[in-house]
């Protein structure tokens, strides 16, 4: 009997996503390249008749029906192309391999074009969701060569999440690199998540002296409102839990790891001039937080504030605004970006549509993607200018200024609600001071400049030293 799809790589992720394709009448040939993992695998939850195990590509290969369509679970870079050096030489014109993993989205770009080439179709496609995603339902963000997608979308929208209106979290996205450039900026975003949540942590545990208790109840109350999502809910269960007398949380240390896609997001950004600027204080954040021993160093040396806030009446509602305003102007950077990528790439990217594949299955999945996915079908120039969000960050932002303001005079450092309330103020300008910037450009490199009073495109230049006279560039 053939198998209806092959699997490649039994890490965690491999193994649930394996047993969620089984789980939806899949027989499943899987493979690992150490042989040991196999087998384990085989001998405990893969121990069942829909899951196949093999110790070798070509056995695995052969196993399976035509068109033969093969997921890969590795590790991004040179082990994806590894792998599929491995498969081609047992693979027809036809066939489909489908990268599951955190790819670069120029990688996939890449692949596409060379299997593309070998008579091969090939998908990239995010998976997000984590362990427990994988196996009872991620969201799974597809792109590539669309003659793929008729011979995996049932399976795969059968082991998506599905959101609260029973639609899967799955849906083709477009051309190569698309799906996996979607889910590197939900990466992106899920790091700004992370990080406009830890600064209210922080700001309630130096800046008010709450207790470990205190939060959760309060995490927990937000988790019923606009932020009800799951980074929300997991962060009252991770300030509740208490290990023998000990609070788990307070024993962690204070270095953030990282794995790449923040800093992809923050890259690609500058690449096509978006400004992802709460992505980016996150991943800077990161990174400042693994400097431990030169800030353990630091704090004896440099002077600050105490960093008590006394002004407390309201201040933790102040703290939820703040922290609601940024996820939305974080989201709309988010989408700026995605658009702008879609533009460069000729994607033709459905921003309505991803935003329905992020509710649920998703780290960061939440109630408001529900208001972002009415807003795209309301078709706003900006995310922010629509009018729930407008209206939204209008009530929002004198808690966010109070907030912001009170760090600062705290010495606390919140660079996510800053950054995103510097951008709000920035977008909501009609004048920035960036005229001065071109007069200077002009004045020592000769970069020219446009002028207010004619249209657009066209450039001038000026004799800053011989008088001022102007001339067409």
Wanted: a negative charge.
């Amino acid at each position: 009997m053939s198998s209806d799809i092959g699997l490649i790589g039994l890490g965690v992720m491999g193994q649930n996503l394996a047993l969620n394709f089984a789980d939806h009448g899949a027989t499943v040939s899987v493979y690992n390249r150490t042989t040991s993992v196999t087998d384990e695998f085989a001998a405990g939850e893969g121990d069942r008749p829909d899951i196949v195990p093999f110790h070798s590509v070509a056995d695995l290969v052969a196993s399976l029906e035509r068109p033969r369509r093969v997921v890969l679970m590795v590790a991004a870079g040179r082990p994806v192309d590894a792998v599929i050096d491995q498969l081609l030489p047992h693979l027809d014109p036809g066939d489909i391999v489908i990268d599951g993993g955190n790819s670069l989205y120029t990688d996939t770009i890449e692949r596409t074009r060379r299997l593309t080439e070998a008579g091969i179709r090939f998908v990239g496609c995010g998976i997000s969701g984590g362990e427990e995603g994988a196996r009872h339902g991620p969201s799974m963000m597809p792109g590539g060569d669309e003659e793929a997608w008729p011979h995996i979308s049932e399976l795969f929208q059968a082991v998506a999440a599905k959101a609260p209106d029973g639609t899967p979290c799955c849906d083709w996205l477009g051309p190569d690199g698309s799906g996996h450039y979607v889910k590197m900026v939900h990466n992106g975003i899920e790091y700004g998540d992370m990080q406009v949540i830890a600064e209210a942590y922080h700001l309630m545990k130096v800046g008010l002296g709450l207790s470990p208790d205190e939060m959760a109840a309060i995490f927990r109350r937000w988790n019923e409102g606009v932020l009800d999502s799951y980074l929300i809910e997991i962060t009252g269960d991770i300030l509740a839990l208490e290990v023998d007398g000990e609070r788990r949380l307070e024993v962690i240390l204070d270095a953030a790891g990282q794995k790449g896609t923040g800093k992809w997001t923050v890259i690609s950004s500058m690449e096509v001039a978006q400004p992802t600027t709460l992505v980016a204080e996150a991943v800077y954040a990161r990174i400042v937080s693994a400097l431990k021993e030169a800030r353990v160093r630091a704090a004896g040396v440099l002077a600050g504030p105490g960093g008590r806030i006394e002004d407390v009446d309201g201040f933790v509602d102040d703290i939820e605004q703040a922290l609601y305003a940024s996820k939305i102007v974080s989201y709309a950077q988010g989408f700026m970006l995605m658009k702008a990528a879609s533009d460069e790439h000729g994607w033709d990217l459905d921003l309505g549509r991803i935003a329905k594949l992020w509710r649920a299955g998703c780290i960061i999945r939440a109630r408001f993607l529900d208001d972002i996915t009415a807003a795209f079908e309301r078709r706003p120039d900006n995310l922010m200018v629509d009018e729930f969000f407008a209206d939204a960050l209008s009530r929002a932002q004198a808690g966010w200024r109070r907030v912001v303001s009170a760090a600062v005079e705290a010495g606390i450092p919140v660079p996510a609600y800053a950054t995103a309330l510097s951008f709000y103020d920035s977008f909501r300008s009609a004048d920035l001071p960036a005229n001065l910037i071109q007069a200077q450009r002009d004045y020592f490199g000769a970069h020219t400049y446009e002028r207010r009073d004619r249209p657009r495109g066209e450039f001038f230049h000026t004799d800053w030293l011989g008088g001022g006279t102007e001339t067409p560039a």
